[in-house]
């Protein structure tokens, strides 16, 4: 049969379903959330094979954890997933914590509880809205954007820092709450699930989000064991597993909460549970407004108490002290462990090695990111090119944390 | 606590089975650090933990190193450090060996897919090769990176400027399909 175009046009019609089609997702896209690159060769809009590359936002944090004291490490935990940084602040100081075996006070692991929930409510909220917003529901982003606000208004209260918060410190808390901080977050959270519904009411049922997250960027159950994936990912995935209620630190097992557990693992799923992920936060929130309890807010161990600062100006030994564990840092001991906490994007671990002194022999970041990128390249094959920027929103990959 | 009880269970065990020959120790959160006799002998120790119905290891929380230049570990080089994670007891073990500057590991990657990022990070960070790994690449730092950033003797502020991009590929294996031939069965 003779061709229904004319030579040159026909010419073109082979560009477009070469096989041999590369195009670079990325590092620099509105859709790619911070420097993600992904090779891909096409064949007309289909991935047939893609490739990961990734360090673009590599800046040494594991080698500077070995040349900085603990506390000035502190701060580096923030720009690991700047989404939520007060989880690693306390993920940090809790790793810290374990090898010096201290444990804090009951005020300040409550207090860090309502950190950790608070920031996995933001980081919950950036994933929904920006990979709502990617599939081109722009009311969603200005709805659940204006919580974010208000939930970084409340940190703001807390520490002083809205982004970067750097709040804990190593056995305990840099301030104490602020005064009218239970009302606050008993208005935030009677109020917020209002707008988890109106969310739920604008995409849960939505045709056109149905059409585009069901069955789309779907990983098995055996992939997602195989490619040690966690968090909202892994429970998506029908796998039944948070550190929160399996292996529980601070105050998690006084408070009752429930694990969200889906069972298609595709966008619509990990959706569903990042939005019940983040009632259920609210519910623990509120428990810890009720329950927190008066009491010293530092534990009382005088080789990382940081003196009040009236106290400091004012009497001298209290002065050296602090000097001392500002200038050479606190001595930890001989020791290691390998602390995980249930973070927003799953398993974040900090593996703390100590050969005695003020900086740790060995500092490890396990991101969670690191190990669902890596999945990626897979679970992106066969899918189309629309397809992989709403897999790659819903699996919240943050380039923070996955080049560190 | 729940799962206090079966990390307990698991600890005993690791020393009634795997800890002959082997050292075992015990972290500051009490868990269980055993010491693998040689590099050949970790892909066998994890296989056979998968296996074992008392311990049920299935995935595979995080693989790492570090630097052993003070010697405090053993008389090798590099300690590699695997954290094991069983989703159904709950329980963390964790599995080191000393593997010295010219030895290769072994790669675990047919056991665990996710070790495939894990131990290109470890190439790339401290120079440890891995036998049997389907494309050992340097991950974070650039293709034409030299030397081992997290080694001891590796100084912080060391730089290495590159001029221009690298050119452009699809990972190591970039499969080639001849356009024409296609085309024209078509």
Redesign the interface.
Known sequence: MASLFNEKDQHQL?DF????V?I?LGPSHPAMHGTLRV?C?INGETIE?A?CE??YL?R?I???G??KTYHQWMVYTDRLNYCSALNNNVAYAMAVE??M?ISPTERCQYIRVICMELARIIDHIICVAINALDLGAMTVFWLLYHWREEAYTMIESMCGMRLTTTYARIGGMSYDLPDNFTERLWKFCEEFPKALDEVEGLLTSNRIWIDRTKGVGVITKE?A?????TGPCLRAAG?D?DLRR???YLVY?ELDFDVVVGSNSDVYDRYLIRLEEMRQSVRILKQCNKKIPNGPLWVNDRRVHIPEKMEVYTKMEVLIHHFKIFMEGIDVPK??????VEGPNG?L?F?V?S?GGPKA??M?V?SPS??MF??FEKTVKGGKIPDAVAHLGSVNIIAGEL?? | ?K?HESQAKVTTRLTEKYSKERKLEF???N?P?LWAKNCDDVKLLIKQMTLDDQIKV?????L?A??NQ?G?DGDKRFVL?Y?LYS?EL?T?I?IKCLVDLNETAQSITDL???A???EREVFD?YGIKFAGHPNLRR????ERFSGH??R?E?P?KQREPFSDNIK????ANP???D?HS??EEK
Not at chain 1, 17 to 20: A, T
């Open positions: 082979n379903y070469n096989p041999n590369l670079n090779m060769r094979d490739n990734i360090g590599h040494a594991e080698k500077l070995e040349e374990n090898v075996s992939d064991l195989k490619f040690s994936i796998i597993n399996d292996r529980p097992p020791g290691e462990a390998f602390t995980c398993e671990g593996y090695v050969r022999w060995r490890r396990k690191f190990m890596q999945a080049d560190r | 606590m799962f972290d500051k959160l868990e650090v299935d995935y595979l929380s995080d790492t570090y630097d003070d405090e450090v954290q989703l709950h963390r964790r665990f897919l996710g495939n990022w894990l960070m991950i974070l730092m650039d950033p997290l001891k590796y912080i452009f590929h699809l990972g499969e080639q399909v356009t296609t085309s």
